[in-house]
């Protein structure tokens, strides 16, 4: 296993076109989270998932947004009618779930809305 | 609630200097503390994690850093800065009791001149 992946690492899209991301956590992991940075900011936390329940939403999570995680193994986070506001650095991680246990991150997919 | 804050969007020293990156926290209850280092277009890479072990806590390419309750601090070091430690770094806290998600600081760019 070779970490967290994400797919695509980079995304154009035009105003108002639906995104759809792709993150396959660590195999073992049972947790797995989205967070988004923009420039010169830490990441926000989005929405995270026990196995294929999601259990909390950020209020940053507008009805624009929705993330699944249906096998509890890889999940996806789509974007409908993007704005531009949506350009940010779009992060997942995994981690095993216990108190204390660190995530690992993936590499991002950037999203740059024009 | 918690939070954290980072004192300071921008250090720089000399390389082979000492490496003091700042990191308050707010938890109403222990936390787990953690430093990530992220370096351009890519994900966050742990670096150390306090978990209510030992204070005094090693990472990875020789930083270190302190967990003073008194202070609520878990401020960063590294005792002779690198070329390749130029990066920008987030601390950040979690507790169990919200899912360990992540509550990150704005972070700190770190500057390294030969």
């Known amino acids: 296993d070779t970490g967290v992946s994400q797919d695509p690492r980079h995304k154009i899209t035009k105003r108002g076109q639906n995104v759809t991301f792709r993150c396959d956590p660590i195999?073992?992991?049972?947790?797995l989270y989205w967070y988004r940075q923009t420039l010169g900011q830490g990441p926000e936390f989005l929405t995270y998932?026990?196995?294929?329940?999601?259990?909390?939403k950020s209020r940053l999570l507008s009805d624009r947004f929705s993330a699944e995680r249906p096998k509890g193994s890889f999940s996806t986070l789509e974007i409908q009618r993007t704005e531009q506001g949506d350009s940010a650095m779009y992060l997942c991680?995994?981690?095993?779930?216990?108190?204390?246990?660190?995530?690992?991150f993936g590499s991002g997919t950037r999203l740059t809305v024009v | 609630a918690q939070s954290v804050t980072q004192l300071g969007s921008h250090v720089s020293v000399s390389e082979g200097a000492l490496v003091l990156l700042r990191c308050n926290y707010s938890?109403?209850?222990?936390?787990?503390l953690f430093w990530y280092v992220q370096y351009p277009n890519q994900g966050l890479q742990l670096l150390l994690k306090?978990?209510?072990?030992?204070?005094l806590v090693k990472g990875i390419n020789g930083f270190e850093a302190e967990f003073k309750k008194s202070e609520t601090s878990f401020h960063l070091t590294k005792p002779s800065a690198h070329m390749s430690d130029a990066a920008e770094y987030f601390c950040?806290?979690?507790?169990?009791?919200?899912?360990?998600?992540?509550?990150f600081g704005e972070g700190t760019q770190l500057t390294v001149n030969p």
């Open positions: 998932f026990q196995n294929e329940a999601q259990l909390e």
């Open positions: 991680a995994s981690s095993p779930g216990q108190p204390g246990e660190y995530y690992t």
């Open positions: 306090y978990t209510s072990a030992a204070t």
């Open positions: 195999s073992e992991h049972n947790r």
């Open positions: 950040a806290v979690s507790r169990e009791t919200s899912g360990s998600r992540l509550t």
């Open positions: 938890s109403s209850v222990p936390p787990y």
